[in-house]
DNA sequence: AACTTATGTGCAATCGATTGCACAAAGAGG
DNA sequence: CCTCTTTGTGCAATCGATTGCACATAAGTT
């Protein structure tokens, strides 16, 4: 019943020609060789019969899949969507599919996910999952399998990397509290084996150092993941002390909100008595209670970025490594208050905490 | 230098057996059929080469990929995250990896991806952006490629999929608020191109109804897409009247968040002037001023069905279509409140609007 | 002991597209 | 008019895995 595919060879059949120049009709790369009429003649035959390329056969010969596979530790992560909307837009612009994995941040999966990948002839890798120190890193590197990683990036070189400028970003975030008048301001870090972690950490630090604070006024303490969770954990420990912060600068979104969470158990408000900074800007924090400040970075332009990187090292294998790096901005929003407007709220405690 | 991956002849070789017997060995199905100590030989050659099997070579000769396309509008929606995540968990499970698309809500974007999908040899579809006349759908059947819709379904027969039971939701939606002693509500309904705007709208008709309440006091204005900004423009509308309502179903999370948007607009607050409720249950809605009452729906349970139910009709091609209903539930937070505690919140306004 | 059946393995064709090479025809140059 | 290019197309091998069929050997039957 169901006729099969058409395939070139039923293509050439039709136009009376050999299937090679159908092929060759076909491609856009190397119609030019061929007389016009020829080609108008396959292509409407092609059309005729509703053909479709078959991949896999193309795949087999070639070697390439113009596929690529997108790894993150998990799409629930708001920060994720738009990047691999990013990513998505970009290759399929150039005739690339996309294929999503998510890790759990569990080793053997992401191992195993490695393998199924690269068994399925991928063609590359965008990895948004990476550690500073991470293994499947050094395998694409071994196997030179075009590789870019995103968001994160490794502390060995010879990857390229789409990355933000974190230790600015860190800075950005300590200089508004500065501004503000805060002087104990705690960070809220995140894993310090992620590069983010350690590179947000290291700038609130140098940051900090240079803005003249007094190390006994600063604090960190350390979310072992990016989950609210985590971050809700991590920040109780941070209220318990008598030294109290007036401001935490957080590594990651996530954490912020943990950071709330922790903030409401103690029974202490944002921004009146603490403020509160996240990073990354993720959707919908402009409709929390408070509103969030953050630190936005280039979700869509880092996928977009580490598309293109990627599609270029699979078409020109010699392409050397290199990195992007995005600048990050500071977002004003309701969660961070000058230490006077704060006391002042403090002081008639009946006004309504929030507005808008 | 970099030798070549290394293929089933290579193994059969260094075995001293044939490339079929190998392929029969690392196949867990035939395996049994040849002696175990020849699978065993086979299997540590194929470790010591480090053996990946060529998937698009049996892509070619089998005619499946083992790999499912999932389509959707926009992944950048918060709804979809989960549902993805379900699915790609699920297929991974059974060693099938997922092709991500997003159609941008452009019909030829979605043809032009369909095609791309197609010649790539993708079993089978996950369709997250069917309308409910879905061209591609029509086609997928004439072609009978496996395909699964999700979340959304359409009018026409013939294709499994997974929903949630919106009638019912809608109604529970309705309830909630007849319970709290409102009368005047209003829908915000999304679009009816859409089987879950459709739905959602007949269940709250019909709720409406069979609670017996006026048909004055009920009033409709419809959202053309599920996103915050057409949700402020439709709310809008819904205040510009005399006859204001005082509660708001609305379509979806997102429409209910462009309702936020419009009430401040209007200088209306919530729940003390108009109740809100959601539909779908994104993340961080808790988080929210206020935190939004909302319809869950069972977003990684679809995600894992869909995926289930995709691999059984490409296993299984004579499979029946089939439809799983899932039963969302009410989760009530702080958008909606009585009348009467409304108007009493409303007598001493110098309270805090929202509590914890 | 001869004969049937089961079991384990090899052989070779096949999937569909691509591409180096060969070669015919047409045009250019002397 | 003959040779030398250039241009356009065909031929056939190839990519790697799978699988129907054939066949040899071993096991079981009478």
Tied chains: 1, 2.
């Excluded at 092929?23 to 190397?30: K, M």
């Excluded at 502390?155 to 933000?164: E, Q, T, W």
């Excluded at 979310?223 to 318990?240: I, P, Q």
């Amino acid at each position: 019943m169901a006729r099969s595919r058409p395939t070139l060879k039923d293509i050439a059949e039709r136009a009376g020609v050999h299937a090679s120049t159908v092929s060759r009709a076909l491609n856009p790369a190397t119609a030019h060789r061929l007389s016009a009429d020829v080609v108008a003649q396959i292509r409407d035959a092609a059309a005729a019969l509703g053909y479709r390329p078959h991949g896999a056969a193309a795949s087999l010969r070639t070697g390439l899949s113009r596929s690529v596979a997108v790894v993150l530790p998990d799409l629930t992560n708001p920060v994720f969507p738009p990047i691999v909307r990013g990513i998505e837009e970009t290759l399929a612009a150039s005739g690339f599919i996309a294929i999503l994995a998510n890790t759990g941040n569990d080793p053997d999966r992401y191992a195993a996910i490695f393998e199924r990948l690269m068994s399925r002839g991928t063609d590359g890798l965008i990895l948004a999952s990476a550690r500073r120190d991470d293994p499947i890193v050094d395998r694409c590197i071994a196997e030179s399998i075009p590789l870019v990683v995103i968001n994160r990036t490794v502390d060995r070189g010879g990857v390229s990397a789409v990355i933000n400028d974190d230790d600015r970003g860190a800075a950005l975030a300590v200089q508004h509290l500065c501004d503000l008048g805060h002087r104990r301001i705690a960070h809220l870090a995140g894993p310090q084996s992620l590069s983010t972690g350690h590179a947000r950490s290291r700038g609130f630090n140098r940051a900090a150092r240079s803005l003249g604070l007094a190390a006994a006024d600063l604090s960190t303490v350390f979310a072992d993941t990016y989950t609210r969770d985590a971050g809700h954990r991590a920040a109780k420990r941070l209220f318990r002390d008598a030294s109290q912060p007036t401001a935490v600068a957080c590594a990651n979104d996530l954490l912020a909100l943990g950071c709330y969470d922790a903030l409401r158990d103690v029974g202490l408000r944002c921004p009146e008595d603490v403020s509160v900074v996240g990073y990354n800007d993720m959707p919908f924090l402009d409709l929390l209670a408070p509103p969030l400040t953050t630190v936005r970075i280039q979700h869509e332009e880092m996928g977009r970025q580490a598309a293109r990187i990627l599609m270029q090292h699979v078409e020109k294998p010699a392409q050397q490594p290199f990195d992007v790096v995005l600048r990050p901005e500071l977002v004003t929003r309701g969660s961070t208050a000058s230490l006077r407007r704060s006391s002042q709220v403090e002081a008639r405690s009946t006004e309504p905490a929030f507005e808008a």
